[in-house]
């Protein structure tokens, strides 16, 4: 088989690591999963038996033949030959659990895409060790950035285990971990409220060496900053991510 690296397609081929993994997902006969990824449908036939239904979303044409193959009997189930960054999933009628071993090329795409979704129970996936660092980091580290505080503002955000390089082909240079995301209860007062969370942690993070007080200029001023009880000379990654959800409150009613 031809491996598609622009599609970062690296198959698990460990059937003791597969086990694991679901083990962990711990799927159960009322769950409705989204699949990203299947490939070869590795996963997918370790849990489609145990589940409701399985939404399986996969790029490659290629493999789109086989997945039908192999899971055309499960007729709640479908499988969509489309990019995950098309698929709405706030469109789907039912609350969802997503899974994948995530395409490692556009993973962080993918998680900030899913941050705003409101179907979704919660997510585990096999990522790069260095994103999944990334979504766990707190703040006043280096790695802490927007995607800390996104994945942490909507998920509690637990790093399961690494996963050996020999448990893929082709074997990745990367180093991967397995992450779980649980959805938190939605912790804006609208969607005015999330909307500004959003634009005010992304300046935050564009001027990440700069004071607070320079990269959030545009949203509070000295007397706002007094006001919120926070030190204007403090950067980016000193901020926890109430800090930012309360930043945003305050923003959107001045
Ligand atoms: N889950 C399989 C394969 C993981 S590799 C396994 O564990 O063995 C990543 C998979 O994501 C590949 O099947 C690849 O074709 C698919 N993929 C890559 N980009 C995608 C995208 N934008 N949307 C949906 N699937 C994608």
Redesign the pocket.
């Known amino acids: 088989m031809q491996y ?1 690296k622009n ?6 081929k460990d059937q003791n690591i597969v086990d694991k993994l679901v083990r962990h997902i711990n799927p159960s006969k009322d769950d409705e999963v989204v ?6 449908g ?2 997918t036939k370790s849990i489609i038996n145990r589940v409701k239904k399985m939404i399986l ?4 044409c290629d ?1 789109i033949d086989d997945l039908k193959r192999q899971f055309h009997e499960y007729e709640n189930s479908s499988i969509l030959n ?4 098309n698929y709405n999933l706030n469109s789907l009628s039912h609350s969802v659990r997503v899974i ?4 490692y090329n ?1 993973s962080t795409e993918i998680i900030f895409k899913m941050c705003n979704c409101n179907k979704i129970i919660d997510m585990h996936f ?1 990522l790069q060790k260095e994103v999944v660092d990334r979504i766990i980091a707190k703040s006043n580290s280096k790695i802490y950035g927007r995607l800390s505080i996104m994945a942490q503002a909507y998920f509690n955000v637990k790093k399961m285990f690494d996963i050996s390089e020999n448990v893929f082909t082709p074997k990745p240079k990367v180093k991967s971990s397995f992450v779980r995301l649980s959805a938190k209860k939605y912790p804006f007062h609208n969607k005015n409220h999330e909307n500004i969370f959003y634009v005010i942690v992304k300046s935050a993070f564009e001027g990440r060496r700069k004071m607070i007080k320079t990269s959030l200029k545009s949203y509070l001023n000295a007397s706002d900053f007094n006001n919120i009880n926070l030190k204007p000379d403090l950067r980016a990654e000193n901020l926890t991510v109430n800090d930012y959800i309360l930043i945003s409150d305050y923003v959107q009613k001045i």
């Open positions: 598609k599609l970062g397609q690296h198959f698990l699949e990203i990824g299947p490939g070869n590795v996963m979303i996969e790029k490659d493999l489309i990019d995950v960054l994948g071993n995530l395409p556009i096999m």
